[in-house]
């Protein structure tokens, strides 16, 4: 279990920006969320620009992060992506996030604010794909495709490992959506990079159609 000193600094600032949230509360934004399959327990209907605002305004804090996101909005819980030390976050406690990212939004919320920015995340990565849990394989997807934007060397055996635990099959439209981004960047890293992902796909798009679509992206994306 974590654990947390509390102090009177940091819940004022959790006060503090909790209420510059709640001011953000916009119906008509809450409407239209849940038309798209947004329905969070507890949301305001905030925009993501105005909560990166927020987030962008303080400095990063473990404490606070772990506050806000208890408090369980979808805007608290986006705030404290923003927020969260990466160097602080344990295993119990992604497990803890992971089990309480209830859409997709949110999924990519914390890929790109926090997750990509672990010490060990060329680690979770391939912890997370071979784990079957399908939220942690879709951000460790969004977060292959934002670190093949980073051209380190180094990194192209994380992305030769990341192509062979791809899945042959796809449950939904959104994991799909996330595999055609995450390899259409993949597969500007490199020539054996590049040889690699061909390799799979071509193979695999004769069995899947999700495959063979994928397959038609890559051909836009590398002319083949």
Known sequence: MDFFIDSNET??????IFKKIQILRNGETHHE????????????????????????????????AHKLWTKG??????V?????????????????????????????????NLFQYLPAINELIETWMKSGIRAKQVCAVMVAGRLALDKKEENEQLFLNFINLLPRHFEDAYFLSQVKRALGKIARRGEVVVAKVVALVSELKAEDEDWKEIWDDLQYELNL
């Open 33 to 64: 969320m849940k038309k798209f399959g947004l329905n969070y327990p507890k949301a305001l209907g905030a925009t993501i620009v105005n909560l990166r605002e927020i987030g962008n305004a303080y400095e990063q804090n473990h404490l606070l």
């Open 80 to 112: 404290a992506t923003l927020l969260e030390e990466p160097a602080k976050v344990t295993e119990e406690q992604l497990d803890r996030w992971f089990a309480e990212m209830d859409s997709n939004e949110l999924l990519e919320q914390a890929s790109m």
């Open 11 to 16: 819940e004022d600032l959790f006060q503090e």
């Open 73 to 78: 909005f979808r805007e608290s819980k986006i």
